[in-house]
C-alpha cells in the first residue's frame, strides 16, 4: 500500500500519483507511522519505550520514544552486525547495513536496510520519470550517459553486507532487471557499473559514452564533484579512449573481463572517424563547453549541485557551456527523502519535496542563524530535552521560511532518528512542503567563540571569488582550524585553475591578499570580533595548492573507505593524513594584511 506501483512511461499518470501523494501528505504520514510502529512493536527497542497498556501507539511514540543520534541506537546495530537478531530493531529481517558518509568514531555509519527497502528506492527512482518528462521533451528518442560506480563490500561477524546505498542498489535484481523506460535508458553497461576497479569501470563507462555520443541525450552522475572527476578523467584519457575506437580494442590495462567485454561489444569494430573527431575536440584551444561538444544533444547535466556541491557550479559551467544543472533528488543511506519537482529552476532555486510515504518525517525547529535547536536551555545541541521533543513538528506542519532540522522513523529500523541535516521551507506542493537544502547540522570552523558553517565559509569564498579572483577558476576548497600557534586562525587550501590552460597558476600577492581580506569581511559578526577586537583569531591564511590536490585528498579518502558515489570534499578538515596532503602540495601562501570591520552593537556579550 505504501509502496504504489504504476507504469514509470505513463507520464499522466506518474503526475498524477505525484498529485495524490502530496495532496493527502498529512493522512499517508499518519498511515506510514502507524504501518512502522504496528509492524514493529514487539521489537526490543520499541517495547522499551512503548509499555503496553496505552491504546494509542502514535501518541505513546510521540510521547516516549526519544529522538536520538547515531551513538544512541549504535550498540543496537553493533549487535546486529555481530550477529544477534535484527528484530531488536525490525521485524521485517534487516539484509544489510548500509554505509553512510557519516561517521562515527572515525568509521561509516551503519543504517539498517530489508529487501522492501529496495522496492521503495525502486519507486522512488520511477517517480522522476514524469517528472523529467513533464519538462524536457522526446527523452526517449536517445540515451542518458550517467556514471554510476559500486565499491567493494565488507561482510560483518554476522554475514550481512555492509556496502554503500547505491553500490546495494545498482547491484539489485530492481536495478540489473530493470523494465525498460525512458529514464533507464543509459550509455553504461551493466557489467561496466559493476566493476570494483573504479578506474577500469570509468575508462569502460566513457568509452560507452564516447562510442554512443550521437545518442546522448543527458549526462550524469550523483554528485557534482563524482561528474567533474570523471570530465578531469576524460582529459587525461582521451588520447587512449580515441586509440580504442579507432582500432576498435580496448587498453590492455582493463583487464576485468565485464568491462572489457561489454566494452568491446559496444565498440563494434574499429571507428577512424569518430577517433579523429572527438580528438579534434580536445585539441582544440579552450575546453570550454567541450561537454556540448562532445555530446551535441545533451539537453541538461543531472547532477546534485545543491549543498555543499554548489561551489561545483561554476567549474560545470565552464566545461558544459551553460547546459541546465539538475539536481533530481534528495536522499541518503537512511532513506531516499524527496524530489526536486522543478527541475529545470535555476541550481540556487532548487528545493525538494519530500514524499511522503517514504519515511515517517518529523521536524525539529532550529535558528534562523546558527542552525542550533531554538532552545529555551543551554545544553550540549546533540541532546533533544522533552521541552524541545513538543516543539517537534509533522510534515505538515512546518512553517515557509523556516529552518528545521529532519527527523526520520523508517521501515527498516530508525526511530526518531536524526539525520543531521538542515533544511529551510520554500514553499509547499498542494500539502506537502519543498525544502531547499541548507547544510549539515553543526559548524565546520571554530577558533573561539566564532561559530562558522559551511554555508558561511562557502559565501564567504564565493563573495571573495567573485570580487577578486581574476582569470583563476577556484576548482575546490577546504578549511582548516590552524591551532598550533597562539591565537589560532583560519586556514583555507584553495586550488586554483588558470581559465584557460592547466599550467600552474600565476598568483598576485595583492589579490590573494584581497581575497583573504574579503572572506574576513563577509564572516559573520562574531568571527570579526575576535580578530578585530579580542584578538582571539589571527590573520586568515589561504594556502594555494597545485592541481590535482584535490584528487589525491580523495584518493586518500577513498582509500581509507569512502565510496567513490559518496563521496563529497570536507569543507574542513581535521589533523591528520588529508591534511599533509594538503600541506605537502602547497604552491603559495597569503595571510590578510589588516584587521576586517567590525562595529559593537548595542549590548554586546
Ligand atoms: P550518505 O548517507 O552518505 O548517502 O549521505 C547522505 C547525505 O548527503 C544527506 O544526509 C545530505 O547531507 C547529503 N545529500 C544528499 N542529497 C543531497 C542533495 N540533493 N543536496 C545536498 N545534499 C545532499
Request: hydrophobic letters at 35%; glycine letters at 6%.
Amino acid at each position: 500500500m505504501m509502496i504504489p506501483s504504476y507504469d514509470p512511461n505513463d507520464t499522466e499518470a506518474g503526475l498524477q500519483l505525484l498529485e495524490d501523494l502530496t495532496t493527502n501528505a498529512d493522512a499517508i504520514q499518519q498511515q506510514v507511522l502507524h504501518q512502522i510502529l504496528s509492524q514493529n512493536s514487539e521489537t526490543e527497542y520499541l517495547r522499551s519505550f512503548l509499555d503496553g497498556e496505552s491504546c494509542n501507539i502514535q501518541e505513546n511514540f510521540k510521547n516516549k520514544a526519544p529522538v536520538v543520534n547515531y551513538e544512541d541506537i549504535k550498540p543496537f546495530i553493533q549487535r546486529i552486525s555481530d550477529g544477534d537478531s535484527s528484530d531488536i530493531l525490525s521485524a521485517q529481517p534487516i539484509t544489510e547495513l548500509l554505509t553512510s558518509s557519516g561517521t562515527s568514531g572515525g568509521k561509516p555509519k551503519l543504517m539498517p536496510s530489508t529487501a522492501e527497502e529496495l522496492d521503495r528506492k525502486t519507486f522512488f527512482y520511477n517517480m522522476l520519470v514524469p517528472v523529467m518528462n513533464k519538462f524536457v521533451n522526446g527523452l526517449d528518442e536517445g540515451k542518458g550517459m550517467y556514471l554510476l560506480f559500486i565499491k567493494p563490500e565488507i561482510k560483518t561477524p554476522s554475514g550481512l553486507k555492509a556496502r554503500p546505498v547505491l553500490t546495494s542498489y545498482y547491484k539489485s535484481e530492481q536495478f540489473k532487471n530493470r523494465p525498460f523506460n525512458k529514464y533507464n535508458v543509459i550509455t553504461s553497461p551493466n557489467d561496466a557499473i559493476l566493476c570494483e576497479d573504479s578506474q577500469q569501470s570509468m575508462y569502460c563507462q566513457l568509452l560507452c559514452g564516447l562510442v554512443q555520443r550521437s545518442h546522448v541525450l543527458r549526462l550524469g552522475a550523483i554528485f557534482a564533484s563524482a561528474f567533474l572527476r570523471a570530465v578531469k578523467f576524460l582529459e587525461n584519457h582521451f588520447t587512449e579512449l580515441c586509440a580504442d575506437i579507432r582500432t576498435g580494442t580496448v587498453a590492455s590495462w582493463i583487464t576485468d573481463s565485464g568491462c572489457r567485454d561489454s566494452a568491446l561489444s559496444i565498440l563494434n569494430g574499429p571507428n577512424q572517424e569518430l577517433a579523429d573527431e572527438i580528438e579534434a575536440l580536445f585539441n582544440a584551444k579552450s575546453r570550454e563547453g567541450i561537454l556540448k561538444r562532445i555530446w551535441p544533444k545533451t539537453k541538461y547535466i543531472e547532477v546534485i549541485v545543491t549543498g555543499s556541491m554548489a561551489q561545483y557550479i561554476p567549474t560545470l559551467e565552464f566545461y558544459s557551456g551553460g547546459l541546465p544543472l539538475v539536481s533530481v533528488m534528495y536522499a541518503s543511506s537512511e532513506c531516499f527523502f524527496g524530489l526536486n519537482i522543478n527541475p529545470l529552476c535555476k541550481p540556487s532555486n532548487v528545493s525538494y519535496t519530500l514524499l511522503p510515504n517514504m519515511a515517517y518525517f518529523e521536524f525539529l525547529p532550529v535558528d534562523d542563524k546558527s542552525h542550533e535547536e531554538t532552545q529555551l536551555e543551554s545544553r550540549s545541541t546533540d541532546d533533544v530535552s522533552l521541552t524541545d521533543k513538543d516543539r517537534i513538528v509533522d510534515l505538515v506542519s512546518v512553517e515557509i521560511g523556516r529552518y528545521y532540522e529532519l527527523i526520520i522513523t523508517t521501515f527498516a529500523g530508525l526511530y526518531r532518528y536524526r539525520v543531521g541535516d538542515i533544511l529551510k521551507v520554500t514553499g509547499f506542493h498542494n500539502k506537502a512542503p519543498q525544502f531547499s537544502f541548507v547544510e549539515r547540522r553543526n559548524v565546520v570552523l571554530s577558533i573561539d567563540t566564532d561559530k562558522t558553517s559551511e554555508e558561511d565559509l562557502m559565501k564567504a569564498v564565493t563573495q571573495a571569488k567573485l570580487n577578486h579572483l581574476q582569470g583563476l577558476l577556484l576548482t575546490e576548497y577546504t578549511s582548516y582550524a590552524d591551532t598550533s600557534s597562539i591565537p589560532g586562525h583560519y586556514v583555507l587550501f584553495w586550488e586554483l585553475k588558470p581559465r584557460y590552460d592547466n599550467d600552474p597558476p600565476k598568483l598576485d600577492k595583492k589579490m590573494m591578499e584581497d581575497c583573504c581580506s574579503e572572506v574576513e569581511d563577509c564572516l559573520d559578526y562574531v568571527y570579526r570580533r575576535c580578530r578585530n577586537k579580542d584578538r582571539s583569531i589571527g590573520a586568515l591564511e589561504i594556502r594555494v595548492v597545485s592541481l590535482g590536490t584535490f584528487d589525491a585528498l580523495m584518493d586518500f579518502s577513498i582509500s581509507q573507505g569512502s565510496s567513490v558515489n559518496q563521496y563529497k570534499t570536507p569543507r574542513c578538515v581535521k589533523s591528520g593524513g588529508a591534511l599533509q596532503i594538503l600541506d605537502s602540495r602547497v604552491i603559495g601562501r597569503f595571510f590578510t594584511k589588516r584587521v576586517p570591520q567590525w562595529e559593537p552593537l548595542g549590548l554586546d556579550s
